[in-house]
T-cell receptor, first 119, second 118 residues
Framework: AQTVTQSQPEMSVQEAETVTLSCTYD???????LFWYKQPPSRQMILVIR??????QNATENRFSVNFQKAAKSFSLKISDSQLGDTAMYFC????????????????FGKGTHLIIQP | DTEVTQTPKHLVMGMTNKKSLKCEQH?????MYWYKQKAKKPPELMFV???????INESVPSRFSPECPNSSLLNLHLHALQPEDSALYLC?????????????????FGDGTRLSIL
């Protein structure tokens, strides 16, 4: 079974600073995907970024980038030039199985990191 | 804009009531999901539908009854709920994964229904 660990319950940084959220996971799969989701107070879970394990290049989406270390099973999220709107819960997520036989399966989420951007 | 629409946004019900939560998406996704999220916790999977068929039930009590009447709609029927069932219920949808790469499809979530059981 896949496990996902986020060791930072809460982080607080000043606006415009760079912040890194950590995530480690455990899996016996060789081919898989990893996701970061953001959940602001408005409640909607928003996909921030997706990483394919067999791609060595780290994924980037505007101010968001990941540092993916497959051997170390580490998947951290870096937010550059942080903005007030980045204040949210951030969840690292991993597919429960890569092949359930039914065509789809749910996500296993880490416990989350509450990120607060201070003005 | 939310591409997955959930109604109602808030629901308060007594333990003897029967109510339903609704979820709708028009992205052509053929996989749909129900998650339960307690305060300050991550979402927990309840049900998965793939091609309108229930493919995963995470040992959810029978007082929760899912239904997928067509590829765009997902319902969650509620009956005789307990106070501990109070939570945020999230619906999500995704493309169905290809063989051996099911887990690569990102899930798109709705805003959720905040359910309170009196």
């Amino acid at each position: 079974a896949q496990t996902v660990t986020q060791s930072q319950p809460e982080m607080s940084v000043q606006e415009a600073e760079t912040v890194t959220l950590s995530c480690t996971y455990d899996t016996s799969e060789n081919n898989y995907y990893l996701f970061w989701y953001k959940q602001p107070p408005s409640r909607q879970m928003i996909l921030v970024i997706r990483q394919e394990a067999y791609k060595q290049q780290n994924a980037t989406e505007n101010r968001f980038s990941v540092n993916f270390q497959k051997a170390a099973k580490s998947f951290s999220l870096k937010i550059s030039d942080s903005q007030l709107g980045d204040t949210a819960m951030y969840f690292c997520a991993f597919p429960r199985t890569m092949y359930s036989g039914g065509g789809a399966d749910g996500l296993t989420f880490g416990k989350g990191t509450h990120l607060i951007i201070q003005p | 804009d939310t591409e997955v629409t959930q109604t109602p946004k808030h629901l308060v019900m007594g333990m003897t009531n029967k109510k339903s939560l609704k979820c709708e998406q028009h992205m052509g996704h053929r996989a749909m999901y129900w998650y339960k999220q307690k305060a300050k916790k991550p979402p927990e999977l309840m049900f998965v539908y793939s091609y309108e068929k229930l493919s995963i039930n995470e040992s959810v009590p029978s007082r929760f009854s899912p239904e997928c009447p067509n590829s765009s709609l997902l319902n969650l029927h509620l009956h005789a709920l307990q106070p501990e069932d109070s939570a945020l219920y999230l619906c999500a949808s995704s493309q169905v994964g290809t063989e051996f790469l099911e887990g690569n499809q990102p899930q798109h979530f709705g805003d959720g229904t905040r359910l309170s059981i009196l």
